[in-house]
């Protein structure tokens, strides 16, 4: 524990004492399995997801944003009504049990960030003014009038009722991510004449006026803090910058944010919880994990010596020693976890214990938990940890039978097929026919920018080291190994993909390479590249050779990038940003219909508006541009052969993950686990 002590140190917020400094950040609870909407109450799922965080050792969990009972906007949030008071109840029981203190998030709404699928629905969003939706700037936000503020802020005198009839500890006002109460505080946004807008005083009434009311409800010892963006990066309305340099910033800056926090400590504010950017520069507020952790760090250096109660602050600190060196540097009093927390609940207790390697890393890739929700409206979970969101019944049961189980492929399907089963008290074997684990981990955790799949990784191989699982690595599956597999009880083909070659004149030419081969340095890559194929793997590696020093074109042939498979708009738009950055061309609607041992001959099918690059081609007109390597990245295939030849050969056989279909490593890992939990 020693090399993380300062993460164990008890902390005070107002008079209540929390025993460490590791809280869990605010998650949205988006809808069933977590939160019934219909109900206004969170599920039992819901509970036990807060309790197992508990459980795990976090000292504080901040919930997800509930708002406050008003009828001004349609609620977009989970809404504090008293039919949810006994679920709530419930989880503040549970999680006392374990010394975790809880707080809850209130919000007076989204404002302008009111979600598409509201928006279709024909909701009009609010505002502090007549400003754009966040999501389509031909919807303008009808601004609130006095009365309904005043509405507003009196809404919180019954959510603080309510919250005292739960046991809950404190409360967490939010003002974050240019959410409705950010757009009064901030002068970009807010344009209003009348006693909640122009003048400092003025546009802190708000959030002045609700603490007066819960304090005035609570009693002033009740702890309150306020949550707010430290920076918002913000060009523009709808325009986030990816650096703090080189643009003016229209939002809040350092010196402003600093401005509020000392005037509402004033005010009697207990604590303040910082991140970073808002709507308009999401990726700040929801660091994809091309951003590294703690990105925001700098930027809140100092605000210690602004006010003197508290600081939380949240962005990607779940890498062990950027929390740790949070707390030892004063840069903060406590770290809040977001992410981390749902890929592996234990994180506080295997840090106290001294462990981490065995804590199981996010990954940054948005996929589980809010593209989970988003891109494929399913509940909240998590890439690499499917029992996230589903405690409750995706426990692991001992095995009924102990059997013997044969896992051919050491890839993250294999692995977390092997895992599980073990735990579960199988006797497993695993099989791989390349002389270590990954599959394609290997090659995808080799960017510098890829470093928590690398974590990812090292961790599949010390679960399979420390649960002696049987591994025979270099060991390919032919005639003769086919006989031991008779032997197993079960036998489960997770043997992955394989890149994709396509049919292109020339494209066995020695200068054409396939993206695997590219990135784990089994070909020679000249200084002009060609990167064929748009996708997230294409992309990524564009990246990664122009960062070291190659000039790279990249050739999709849809209208734009990452359509095929969909990325999360974080990840995609920051990884975007990056290539321009790099100066990697980009362009789409591309045949590629020669490989040359001098370069590509393409055609363009039509002329796309996105990249400055697409005029100099005419639509259709064959062009040659120039290179000295093609790099192929046109996605995978399911390399599924020993299927058919162990069909019928064996007493149970299985196929999972990309043998089956290439996806994401969050298919993969859903795959074992499901297997390994049911076998």
């Given at each position: 524990?020693?090399?993380?002590?300062?993460?164990?140190?008890?902390?005070?917020?107002?008079?209540?004492?929390?025993?460490?400094?590791?809280?869990?950040?605010?998650?949205?609870?988006?809808?069933?399995?977590?939160?019934?909407?219909?109900?206004?109450?969170?599920?039992?799922?819901?509970?036990?997801?807060?309790?197992?965080?508990?459980?795990?050792?976090?000292?504080?969990?901040?919930?997800?944003?509930?708002?406050?009972?008003?009828?001004?906007?349609?609620?977009?949030?989970?809404?504090?009504?008293?039919?949810?008071?006994?679920?709530?109840?419930?989880?503040?029981?549970?999680?006392?049990?374990?010394?975790?203190?809880?707080?809850?998030?209130?919000?007076?709404?989204?404002?302008?960030?009111?979600?598409?699928?509201?928006?279709?629905?024909?909701?009009?969003?609010?505002?502090?003014?007549?400003?754009?939706?966040?999501?389509?700037?031909?919807?303008?936000?009808?601004?609130?009038?006095?009365?309904?503020?005043?509405?507003?802020?009196?809404?919180?005198?019954?959510?603080?009722?309510?919250?005292?009839?739960?046991?809950?500890?404190?409360?967490?006002?939010?003002?974050?991510?240019?959410?409705?109460?950010?757009?009064?505080?901030?002068?970009?946004?807010?344009?209003?004449?009348?006693?909640?807008?122009?003048?400092?005083?003025?546009?802190?009434?708000?959030?002045?006026?609700?603490?007066?009311?819960?304090?005035?409800?609570?009693?002033?010892?009740?702890?309150?803090?306020?949550?707010?963006?430290?920076?918002?990066?913000?060009?523009?309305?709808?325009?986030?910058?990816?650096?703090?340099?080189?643009?003016?910033?229209?939002?809040?800056?350092?010196?402003?944010?600093?401005?509020?926090?000392?005037?509402?400590?004033?005010?009697?504010?207990?604590?303040?919880?910082?991140?970073?950017?808002?709507?308009?520069?999401?990726?700040?507020?929801?660091?994809?994990?091309?951003?590294?952790?703690?990105?925001?760090?700098?930027?809140?250096?100092?605000?210690?010596?602004?006010?003197?109660?508290?600081?939380?602050?949240?962005?990607?600190?779940?890498?062990?020693?950027?929390?740790?060196?949070?707390?030892?540097?004063?840069?903060?009093?406590?770290?809040?976890?977001?992410?981390?927390?749902?890929?592996?609940?234990?994180?506080?207790?295997?840090?106290?214990?001294?462990?981490?390697?065995?804590?199981?890393?996010?990954?940054?890739?948005?996929?589980?938990?809010?593209?989970?929700?988003?891109?494929?409206?399913?509940?909240?979970?998590?890439?690499?940890?499917?029992?996230?969101?589903?405690?409750?019944?995706?426990?692991?049961?001992?095995?009924?039978?102990?059997?013997?189980?044969?896992?051919?492929?050491?890839?993250?399907?294999?692995?977390?097929?092997?895992?599980?089963?073990?735990?579960?008290?199988?006797?497993?074997?695993?099989?791989?026919?390349?002389?270590?684990?990954?599959?394609?981990?290997?090659?995808?955790?080799?960017?510098?920018?890829?470093?928590?799949?690398?974590?990812?990784?090292?961790?599949?191989?010390?679960?399979?080291?420390?649960?002696?699982?049987d591994i025979k690595l270099n060991m390919e599956v032919t005639g003769p190994t086919i006989s031991e597999l008779k032997a197993a009880d079960i036998v489960v083909l997770a043997t992955g993909s394989g890149f994709?070659?396509?049919?292109?004149?020339?494209?066995?030419?020695?200068?054409?390479?396939?993206?695997?081969?590219?990135?784990?340095?089994?070909?020679?890559?000249?200084?002009?590249?060609?990167?064929?194929?748009?996708?997230?793997?294409?992309?990524?590696?564009?990246?990664?050779?122009?960062?070291?020093?190659?000039?790279?074109?990249?050739?999709?042939?849809?209208?734009?990038?990452?359509?095929?498979?969909?990325?999360?708009?974080?990840?995609?738009?920051?990884?975007?940003?990056?290539?321009?950055?790099?100066?990697?061309?980009?362009l789409t609607n591309i045949n590629v219909e020669k490989i040359t041992d001098g370069g590509v001959i393409i055609t363009q099918t039509a002329v796309a508006d996105r990249s400055e690059n697409q005029d100099i081609y005419c639509k259709g007109k064959e062009r040659t541009l120039r290179c000295d390597t093609v790099v192929?990245?046109?996605?995978?295939?399911?390399?599924?052969?020993?299927?058919?030849?162990?069909?019928?050969?064996?007493?149970?056989?299985?196929?999972?993950?990309?043998?089956?279909?290439?996806?994401?490593?969050?298919?993969?890992?859903?795959?074992?686990?499901?297997?390994?939990?049911?076998?």
């Amino acid at each position: 524990m020693k090399e993380f002590e300062n993460l164990f140190q008890p902390v005070t917020i107002g008079k209540l004492t929390i025993k460490n400094r590791i809280a869990m950040a605010p998650i949205v609870l988006f809808g069933m399995p977590l939160y019934n909407h219909q109900l206004q109450s969170m599920t039992r799922d819901g509970v036990e997801y807060y309790a197992r965080r508990a459980r795990g050792g976090v000292g504080q969990i901040i919930t997800s944003g509930f708002k406050v009972p008003h009828d001004v906007e349609q609620p977009g949030w989970p809404e504090l009504r008293p039919e949810g008071l006994t679920a709530l109840s419930e989880m503040v029981d549970m999680c006392h049990t374990y010394d975790c203190k809880v707080f809850i998030q209130l919000t007076p709404g989204t404002g302008r960030n009111l979600m598409p699928s509201q928006l279709a629905m024909g909701l009009k969003p609010i505002s502090s003014s007549a400003l754009p939706s966040v999501w389509d700037p031909g919807i303008i936000c009808r601004p609130l009038t006095n009365e309904e503020v005043k509405k507003i802020i009196n809404s919180y005198k019954p959510a603080a009722e309510m919250v005292a009839v739960t046991g809950i500890d404190g409360i967490e006002v939010h003002s974050h991510e240019g959410y409705l109460l950010d757009q009064f505080i901030t002068p970009f946004y807010n344009r209003r004449t009348d006693e909640y807008g122009g003048s400092f005083e003025n546009r802190l009434r708000l959030p002045i006026n609700i603490l007066h009311v819960i304090k005035g409800t609570l009693g002033d010892d009740f702890p309150v803090t306020f949550r707010l963006g430290i920076k918002h990066f913000l060009k523009d309305l709808r325009v986030g910058a990816m650096r703090a340099k080189g643009y003016e910033e229209k939002g809040r800056d350092i010196d402003d944010t600093h401005r509020i926090i000392k005037r509402l400590e004033e005010e009697g504010y207990d604590g303040f919880h910082l991140d970073a950017g808002c709507y308009d520069a999401w990726f700040w507020a929801h660091p994809p994990i091309y951003m590294g952790h703690g990105p925001h760090l700098d930027y809140i250096k100092g605000v210690k010596d602004v006010v003197k109660v508290p600081i939380i602050t949240a962005s990607r600190l779940g890498l062990p020693e950027v929390a740790e060196k949070v707390i030892k540097e004063g840069l903060a009093d406590i770290v809040a976890v977001g992410r981390a927390l749902l890929s592996d609940p234990d994180f506080p207790k295997k840090l106290e214990k001294g462990d981490p390697d065995d804590i199981r890393p996010c990954i940054g890739c948005h996929d589980g938990c809010f593209g989970h929700v988003i891109n494929l409206a399913r509940g909240l979970s998590c890439s690499v940890n499917p029992a996230c969101g589903r405690e409750l019944y995706y426990g692991l049961l001992p095995a009924v039978r102990p059997k013997s189980i044969i896992v051919i492929g050491g890839g993250p399907a294999g692995m977390e097929t092997a895992r599980v089963a073990m735990l579960r008290g199988h006797r497993v074997t695993l099989y791989e026919k390349d002389g270590s684990l990954g599959g394609h981990l290997r090659e995808g955790s080799i960017p510098d920018f890829k470093y928590d799949v690398k974590r990812l990784l090292d961790w599949y191989r010390v679960q399979m080291e420390r649960l002696k699982i049987d591994i025979k690595l270099n060991m390919e599956v032919t005639g003769p190994t086919i006989s031991e597999l008779k032997a197993a009880d079960i036998v489960v083909l997770a043997t992955g993909s394989g890149f994709i070659i396509p049919d292109i004149k020339g494209v066995d030419g020695k200068n054409v390479v396939t993206v695997g081969d590219t990135l784990l340095g089994k070909a020679e890559i000249g200084d002009e590249v060609i990167v064929i194929g748009g996708g997230l793997e294409g992309c990524e590696t564009a990246l990664w050779l122009a960062d070291n020093g190659k000039n790279v074109t990249l050739l999709e042939k849809l209208n734009d990038l990452m359509l095929a498979h969909p990325v999360f708009y974080t990840n995609r738009n920051y990884l975007m940003g990056l290539m321009g950055e790099a100066n990697v061309i980009t362009l789409t609607n591309i045949n590629v219909e020669k490989i040359t041992d001098g370069g590509v001959i393409i055609t363009q099918t039509a002329v796309a508006d996105r990249s400055e690059n697409q005029d100099i081609y005419c639509k259709g007109k064959e062009r040659t541009l120039r290179c000295d390597t093609v790099v192929l990245a046109v996605g995978q295939k399911p390399e599924n052969g020993l299927y058919r030849t162990l069909h019928g050969k064996v007493r149970e056989l299985y196929k999972i993950g990309d043998c089956r279909t290439a996806g994401k490593i969050h298919d993969a890992i859903l795959a074992g686990f499901n297997l390994g939990r049911n076998i």
